[in-house]
């Protein structure tokens, strides 16, 4: 079974509509991201949370919403889709321990397979 | 100015042949960078850290120029399965700042 998760996978909406798409992790780590990415442009951070009580807004965060209901789950909403949020979604996760088991500055970042939300 | 440039490519190359993309970055004082690879339509996935004094993995080398602000990934002996859009990223302010991915087709 994969380690991060993503429902849908694929969404088809209408401008107007209240969007939520969620993210389910296994892998036990604090942190966790959404990601947009449109053609051209890369990924872009829309929200970020290093712990359940810890919401941070990223890049791009306007229009979006986030939900850290557990440390496993993390859902982004569109409380009123718009044609320019069409996009591929990424939820991704990392670590609080480095890879040498020491807090390092810098932890992989683990994705989970994406949605692709259209918005009509 | 982008945080983070890449030239989109797409770059084209035979097999064996050996490939080079560059990177900019825009914030002096980022310490941390990365290569991240990505397949059509799937999630990135890490594919090495970029240290000053460079490093080498099997065919891929990275290296980090500070003083001109620039990242190298320099792929050799390519093969099929290198064919995917490789990002540069910069690890700044404790969040991960994408380019925007330089795509690689590798053909027989």
């Known amino acids: 079974d994969a380690d991060v998760t993503q429902t849908p996978r694929n969404r088809i909406t209408k401008t107007g509509k209240r969007i939520m798409l969620e993210c389910s992790q296994t892998k036990g780590h604090d942190r966790m991201y959404w990601y947009r990415q449109d053609p051209g442009l890369g990924l872009r951070l829309i929200y970020y949370s290093f712990d359940v009580k810890d919401i941070n807004k990223g890049e791009i965060s306007d229009g979006y919403s986030v939900s850290r209901q557990a440390q496993a789950k993390f859902s982004l909403s569109l409380e009123s889709a718009i044609p320019n949020q069409t996009a591929l979604y990424f939820c991704?996760?990392?670590?609080?321990?480095?890879?040498?088991?020491?807090?390092?500055?810098?932890?992989?970042?683990?994705f989970g397979p994406g949605t692709r939300l259209t918005v009509l | 100015r982008k945080e983070v440039e890449q030239d989109p490519g797409p770059f084209n190359v035979p097999e064996g042949a050996t490939v080079a993309f560059n990177c900019t970055y825009s914030?002096?004082?980022?310490?941390?960078f990365f290569w991240y690879r990505q397949d059509c339509r799937k999630e990135p996935k890490l594919l090495m850290s970029?240290?000053?004094s460079g490093n080498e993995d099997g065919r891929f080398t990275a290296q980090l120029n500070r003083a001109s602000q620039y990242i190298s990934l320099l792929i050799r002996d390519s093969k099929l399965s290198d064919s995917a859009t490789y990002l540069c990223v910069d690890f700044g302010g404790g969040k991960l700042i994408f380019g925007q991915g330089t795509e690689l087709s590798v053909k027989p």
């Open positions: 914030n002096s004082a980022s310490q941390s």
């Open positions: 970029v240290y000053s």
């Open positions: 991704a996760t990392s670590g609080n321990v480095g890879a040498s088991g020491s807090q390092s500055l810098y932890n992989e970042q683990f």
